[in-house]
């Protein structure tokens, strides 16, 4: 399978607890990105990478949010202190950066919940 | 700001008809627009994306429609089959921007 994998897929964990998401984009795809989408809504924005370098980070990526992409391959997103509102599909999607080949295909999603 | 909306939440057709799903932008900035089709629990699945400069395209089984002049983007789906039940949602990218803003998505059913 050449897609967009992400692990785990699903991930439970107590209020508090710290978590850590993988993705491993298309292997010729430059560019990364993480979206959140909670049930019934469209995905939102997070973050992206082109390659190493981390170009753009949303309102919502709040200071226990991190993402890295060390490599400029696969990428992790950290939740520091989890909350009850951290709970999400976590999705990641990636694609070339430049047109016309620019579509980003997405992965599966890992989706959190926070008791 | 930038938004991006979908008229009708959800849509019931028949297999074999033909299914349309609207979609209603408020950025003119937008160049770039994409559809995605979401079943349970899985991520966004690419359909079909158009530029700000067509009008339309087509894939397989699948047109996109653009109105630039009333910000409104549409989907057409012929001979709707089970297979294509989902979340529909569309998706804009503004000319200086990576990140791309969603609708909340239309749950299309096709009933057999």
């Known amino acids: 399978d050449t897609g967009v994998s992400q692990n785990p897929r699903h991930k439970i964990t107590k209020r508090g607890q710290n978590v850590t998401f993988r993705c491993d984009p298309i292997?010729?795809?430059?560019?990364l990105y993480w979206y959140r989408q909670t049930l019934g809504q469209g995905p939102e924005f997070l973050t992206y990478?082109?390659?190493?370098?981390?170009?753009?980070k949303s309102r919502l990526l709040s200071d226990r949010f991190s993402a890295e992409r060390p490599k400029g391959s696969f990428s992790t997103l950290e939740i520091q202190r989890t909350e009850q509102g951290d709970s999400a599909m976590y999705l990641c999607?990636?694609?070339?950066?430049?047109?016309?080949?620019?579509?980003?295909?997405f992965g599966p999603g890992t989706r959190l919940t926070v008791l | 700001g930038e938004s991006v909306g979908l008229h009708l939440p959800t849509l019931s057709v028949q297999e074999g008809d033909n299914s349309i799903i609207n979609c209603a932008y408020s950025?003119?900035?937008?160049?770039?627009f994409i559809w995605y089709k979401q079943e349970s629990g899985k991520g966004p699945q690419f359909i079909i994306d158009?530029?700000?400069?067509?009008d339309k395209r087509q894939g397989q089984r699948v047109t996109v429609l653009l109105n630039k002049t009333v910000k409104h983007l549409s989907l057409q789906i012929a001979a709707t089959q089970p297979g294509d039940s989902a979340v529909y949602f569309c998706?804009?990218?503004?000319?200086?921007?990576?990140?791309?803003?969603f609708g909340e998505g239309t749950q299309l059913t096709v009933n057999p």
């Open positions: 158009i530029r700000s400069n067509m």
């Open positions: 292997s010729e795809h430059n560019r």
């Open positions: 990478f082109q390659n190493e370098a981390q170009l753009e």
């Open positions: 950025n003119s900035a937008s160049d770039y």
């Open positions: 998706a804009e990218k503004g000319a200086s921007g990576s990140r791309l803003t």
């Open positions: 999607a990636s694609s070339l950066a430049l047109p016309p080949k620019n579509e980003q295909f």
